[in-house]
Each structure stands twice: as C-alpha cells, then as structure tokens.
C-alpha cells in the first residue's frame, strides 16, 4: 500500500480529507435537508390542495343550502307543495334551474317526507319514488326539521346537496334539494383554482369507476393503493405523467353519514420543484469545491513552509543511512527544535564514521560464511536424498546375500555328498538283486534234474537243501540292503525339505533386496523347483523300497517253503513228483520276485542320478548367488567412493570452493537402463542438475547425462522429480567439481546459490 512519507503530503492530505470530509458532510446533509424540506413542503401543499379541494366542494354545498334555502321560504311553493300541484310547483322552479344549471348547479328536487321525490325540476316527468335508502340528507331534514348538508351518491354520480325544509306552521311539508356534482365543471374550476389535476373515483365494493378525471389515462395508483386510501390512509409518492415528474395525493371521500364512497386523487406537476431542486444542488457542489480548493491551497502553503527545513535534515540523514559519511550537516546553529535535530545527526555522523569500517569487515565476513553453510547445507540435502537411503539398503542386502550364498553352497555340498553314498548303495543292492536272481535260476534247474531223476532224490535234495539255505541267507542280505536304502531314502526326503527351506528364506531376502536382488530371486525360485522335485523322486523311491521289501519277505517265506519240502522229501519218497510240481512253481514266483526287485532297483539308481544332477544344479546356483553378492558388494564400495568424494567436496567448500548455480537451458539427454530420455537442464551447478523432460527413478538409481556444450558423459545419481522436473546429483569428487566449475564458467550466471536453493524447495518440497 502506497503510504506518504512527506510531512508536506500528509499536512496536504489530512487538510484535504478533512475538508473533503467537512464538504462532503455538510453538502450531504444539507442535500438531504434540502430534500427534506423540499419533500416536507410538497406535501404540506398537496394536503393543503387536497383539503382546498374538499372545502370548495363543502363551500359549493353551501351554495346550494342557499339556494335550496331561498326556494323553501317562498309561500308560493309551500302553497304548491301543500296543494300537490306539481305542475304548478314546476312553473315556479323551472326558470330558476335553467339559471343554476348555468352556475353548475343543475340539480333540484322536491322531496315528501320520509324521502319521496315529488318532483325533479330537470326532469319533471320522473317522481313518485322512494329515495330513502341513499339519500339521507333528505330523510334526516324531513325528521328534524333542520337544513342539512352533505355528500352523497347518486344513480350515475357524486353530489353534494343541500337541503332545506319547506314549513307550515313550523312542520315540514317537504324539502327543497338542490346539488352540485363531483363532474367535469367542478373538476375544471379545481384545476384552475389550484393549478392541479384533480379526479374522483367511486368504489362499488368490488371496483374502482372514474367519475371525472382532467388528465388522460388510467389512475397513477394502483388498485392496492386505492383500497388503502379508502380504508383512510392516505397515499402519497413521486410518479410520471406523460413524461413530467409529478406529485401524487390520494385521500378519501365520505358520504354524509360519515361512509367511505370515493377517492380523490389530487396530481401536481413538480418539473418547476425538480430544476430548483437540481440548480440548488448544482450550486452546493460549486461552493464545496470553492471550499476544498481553499482549504487545500492553505494546507499547501503551511506543509511547504514546515517541509523545507525537514527536507533537508532528511535528505542528510538518508545519505547518511546509504553510508555517504561525506554530507555536510547544516542547520546545527538554529536555537530551535530544528537545530537539535541537525545536533543528533551530526553525532550519528561521526558514529557511523566510526562503525563503517567494522560493519564493512563484519559483513564480508559474515557474507562469506553464510555462502559457504548454505552451499553445504545444499551439498548435504541433495547427497542425503540421494544416497543415503540407497546405501544403507545395499549394505543390509550384500550382507544378508552373502550368508543366504554361504549356507547354500554348504547344503549342496551336503546334499551332494549324500546323493554320492545313496547312489553308491543302491548299485549294491543292483548286485545282491543279480545274485538272487542267478541263485533262482540254479534252483529252477535243480528242481527239473529232480524230476528227471527221481533215482537220486537224496543227492538232489541234499544240493537242494544247500541251495535253500543260501537263497535264505541271501534274501536276508537283500532285506538289509532294502531297509538302508529306505534310511538314505529319508535322509534325502529331508535334505530336499531343508533345501526347500533355504530357498524360502532366499526369495524372502531377495525380496527385500529390492531391484538389486531380483536376479538372486529368480535363482531361489529355481533352488526351490529343483528341491522339490527331490522331494518327489524321493517319495517314488520310498515306494520303489516298500515294494522291494515286501518281495524279499514273500521270497524268504517261499524259500522256507522250499527248505520244508526238502525235508519232507527225505522223509517222503513217495511224495516226489508232487513236491517237484510244488517247488517248480515256487521257484518261478521267485524269479518272477527277484526280477521285480531288479528293475526297482534301476529305477532307484536313475533317480539318484537326477537328484546328483539337481545337487550339482544347486551348486551352480549357489555359485550365482555369490557372484550376485559380489556385485553388491562392488557396488557398496562404489557407493562409499561416493561418500569420500562427498566428503572431499565438503572440505573444498571449507576452504572456499563455490557452487555457483547457472541457468542453462541447454539440450540434453539422460540414459536410464539403455533408454535415451531426451529433454533439456534448466539449472545446473558443479554438484547438481534440473533435467526437464520424462524422467522418473527409485532415488539413487544411476543415470547417465549428456549436456549440450560438456564435453563428457556425466555419471548422475536421480534424487527426486516434481511434474517434469527431475533432481540430478552430480558426482561430489575435488577434480569433478572443479571441472564443473570451469565448464559452467562458459555460461551466463543469472541466479545466486541461495536463489537457486530457495528454487529447489519450490520444484522438489
């Protein structure tokens, strides 16, 4: 807001705006006064011409008793009243109305008492009816005995009358009745008189009629208003009448027994009142203007008079603040308060004299160090956003990598040791199965000599009972080796458990690894595929293994048979052939058995040949994951090269490096994952860059920026986006920085480092 500092413009102004103010109060209140008055006045004469009005109508009335006064004393008509000689009583009356009717009193009748009307002298054809519901006047005169005037309506119009009785010996005959009509006549005398419009109009109690009206057209209140005057309150508001302002009065009209029967509308043209009104106004505002013009050439002639030697101490103390400690002070011999004054600033002369030295040092001083904090605090925010959070999540990851690495390799180790032993013990049982099978065999062909050769039955049965008991104690072997294959069998049951375990617990890290561990994720999921398809085949193997040992129990069970049949051979010779039928087919089960346990056994070795290769597939995988933590690792200590760098950037602000920031405008391109983005940097200083164009990256994710007029590819870290604003932190080290400077030099500098700051927390919060 514009303020005033001259004393000389606010003595002017206050001096103004109270004369403005004066003026505008006075011409306000003497407009509103003179309105009023004028108003007040306007009315007053409308009411006073209103009630002119009415008593020109009673004044008529008068007339009329008069009138019907004189006619009523005269004996002749008393005589023809008395006698009903209407024909006579009309000769008396007839020239009389022509005469009165010249006067605008063209009304007289001769009424009987109560209210008869016996003869109408305009009109003497008519008579003979009864009048007494409207005309009371004439009842009223023929009860008392007394002359009576009032208003009262007739068959098509208003009239006021007045009636005298006709006597006879102190009775009344009759009445005399003489009128004179609310029409055109009296309403043309009214204007002339009063010089306003008058017009009168009945109400029949639904409707207004107009009786008589000197102006043309329709009333100039409406039908609510018109109801509202009859009701007794009178109207009164500003209209236009064929293109004139006017005044307009409405008022009500009573008959004589004090009924509201019509209104009269009284109308005066106030274009003279408006142009007085308007000159009067037009004169005021010329006599304010005189007054404010006064009032402010005085206040001018006063401010310049007090102003000039203000001026100048002013003007002194200003280039004083400014530092001009060169100024002469003038005006220290006055003996005023004016001389004081010029006294105190010749001392804050020689103070500042004193200070300007040490303020000057102070401040470059202190200008120094607040650049170099707020280049730092600039430098820490942005390197903060942009790697601190990125490094701390890479060191928790290659951490946790590492071990997950460790204990994998050492579970494949484990679970390929284990294969080897199942795999080399199942071979074993192959060649204790191939031994039965061949023992089988043999016996087959014993039992056929024994029945070629019945005569030597002892011999036979003898090699027999050896063969059976070798079959026992080979079975016996077989069934050992069954149920240590069923022991490895769920050795390897629980290593593909825990391996599925561990590869559970890798994608849960690698998962929270995020990008950086997707590849380990991808290697854990196949981990777990491969272990629990170990688990499978170590499922069918058990199965293989139960079968096994449920054929070695129904070969030992037969081989017992056998040596039984032996025995009873030796003791029964006549039983031979049987026992020779018996055997052959006991010793085609066991081959029938041991071929089964033969092919169980080869399916049992292939299965160990794949869980050898899914171990061996998990030792490459292992090896994967080590050298995924190896490269987390490497990355970690590019993130802490990082960190030195940041921290060498910050000793070279110390020592007064500068980040200046530039705006550039320049085209550029920023490569993120192989995708050229291209866009251009707005601003740019040694340590960071604004790209704008579509560019968007989890903070901390490398991006690559080539800059029209740089001759390199800067290695950048993406720090945050706003819109199409994207923050970039350029690499923090000593010799990058300085070549950063040195390229931005080329540039027109048009924004100071704390600019650009207060720019950055605009764009990125």
């Not at 400690?325 to 004299?353: C, P």
């Not at 921290?647 to 995708?675: I, V």
């Not at 920085?737 to 540039?747: E, G, I, K, T």
Request: net charge negative.
């Amino acid at each position: 807001m514009f303020q005033f500092r001259s004393i000389s413009a606010r003595l002017i102004l206050t001096v103004s705006c109270l004369a403005v103010t004066i003026c505008g109060v006075l011409g306000a209140f003497s407009l509103v006064q003179q309105n009023s008055l004028m108003r007040l006045a306007l009315d007053e004469q409308l009411k006073l011409q209103f009630d002119s009005v009415l008593a020109t109508l009673d004044y008529e009335g008068r007339a009329a008793l008069a009138v019907s006064s004189v006619v009523a004393a005269l004996p002749p008509v008393a005589d023809a009243i008395a006698q009903h000689d209407r024909e006579a009583l009309s000769a008396l009356l007839g020239g009389a109305n022509k005469v009165l009717a010249g006067q605008g009193m063209p009304r007289m009748m001769v009424a009987l008492p109560p209210a008869t009307a016996f003869l109408r002298v305009q009109e003497p054809k008519l008579g003979g009816d009864d009048i007494s519901g409207r005309r009371k006047t004439i009842v009223k005169a023929n009860e008392t005995g007394n002359a009576v005037i009032g208003v009262e309506a007739g068959p098509s119009e208003i009239a006021i009358y007045g009636v005298a009785p006709v006597l006879r010996n102190g009775a009344p005959l009759a009445v005399i009745d003489s009128g004179v009509a609310f029409g055109k006549v009296f309403a043309e005398n009214a204007k002339r008189r009063f010089g306003v419009d008058i017009a009168v109009r009945s109400y029949d109690g639904k409707t207004f009629k107009t009786l008589v009206s000197t102006w043309d057209g329709a009333s100039a209140a409406t039908e609510d208003e018109l109801r509202s005057a009859l009701a007794g309150t009178p109207l009164r508001h500003d209209v236009v009448t064929g293109g004139h302002p006017a005044a307009l009065y409405v008022g009500l009209v009573k008959n004589y027994s004090n009924e509201p029967i019509a209104v009269l509308e009284v109308l005066k043209d106030t274009t003279q009142y408006e142009a007085e009104t308007t000159r009067a106004r037009r004169n005021l505002i010329f006599v304010m203007l005189a007054i404010l013009s006064a009032g402010v050439l005085l206040a001018l002639l006063v401010g310049r008079g007090l102003s000039r030697p203000l001026t100048a101490i002013t003007g002194v103390m200003n280039r004083l603040s400014t530092g001009d400690t060169a100024v002469t002070v003038s005006g220290r011999a006055r003996r005023d308060e004016l001389g004081a004054m010029a006294k105190a600033v010749e001392v804050f002369k020689q103070n500042a004299i004193d200070k300007q030295g040490l303020e000057e040092r102070q401040s470059r001083e202190q200008a120094e160090r607040a650049r170099r904090q707020e280049e730092i605090d600039q430098l820490v925010g942005f390197f903060g956003r942009s790697v601190g959070g990125v490094f701390g999540t890479l060191a928790e990851t290659t951490a946790n990598m590492t071990q997950s690495s460790s204990s994998l390799v050492q579970s494949a180790t484990e679970t390929g040791s284990q294969a080897t032993l199942v795999l080399s013990e199942v071979e074993q049982a192959a060649e204790a199965v191939q031994t039965v099978a061949s023992a089988a065999q043999q016996l087959s062909a014993s039992i056929a000599e024994i029945g070629q050769q019945a005569s030597a039955s002892q011999r036979i049965t003898s090699a027999a009972m050896q063969q059976s008991d070798e079959v026992v104690y080979r079975v016996a072997e077989l069934r050992g080796a069954a149920e240590q294959i069923g022991t490895v069998v769920d050795l390897i049951s629980n290593i593909a458990g825990q391996t599925n375990l561990l590869a559970l617990n890798a994608t849960i890290e690698a998962a929270r690894a995020g990008e950086a561990g997707k590849g380990f994720a991808i290697v854990a999921s196949e981990v777990k595929s491969l272990a629990q398809q170990t688990a499978r085949a170590t499922d069918q193997i058990g199965g293989q293994i139960g079968a096994i040992q449920g054929a070695t129990v129904r070969a030992s069970e037969a081989i017992h048979g056998i040596a039984g049949t032996v025995r009873e051979v030796n003791d029964i010779a006549m039983t031979i052939a049987a026992a020779v039928v018996q055997q052959n087919a006991a010793t085609q089960e066991i081959a029938r058995s041991v071929d089964l346990v033969s092919s169980n056994t080869s399916t049992v070795a292939n299965s160990m040949g794949q869980v050898q290769i899914a171990v061996s597939a998990n030792s490459d995988t292992a090896a994967q994951v080590g050298e995924i933590a190896g490269t987390l690792s490497s990355e970690s200590g590019a993130l802490s090269l990082e960190v030195k760098d940041f921290l060498s950037a910050l000793e070279a602000l110390s020592e007064g490096q500068r980040l200046l920031t530039y705006e550039l405008n320049a085209p550029a391109t920023a490569t993120l994952d192989g995708r050229a983005v291209p866009g251009r940097i707005s601003h740019m200083s040694p340590g960071t860059a604004v790209f704008v164009g579509a560019l968007s990256a989890p903070a901390g994710t490398v991006v690559e920026l080539a800059v029209e007029g740089i001759d390199r590819v800067l290695r950048t870290r993406f720090v945050d986006t706003n819109g199409d604003c994207a923050q970039l932190q350029l690499p923090l080290a000593y010799e990058h920085l300085n070549y950063m400077a040195r390229m931005l030099a080329n540039y027109e500098r048009t924004s100071s480092p704390s600019v650009y700051h207060k720019f950055s927390q605009d764009i990125f919060g």
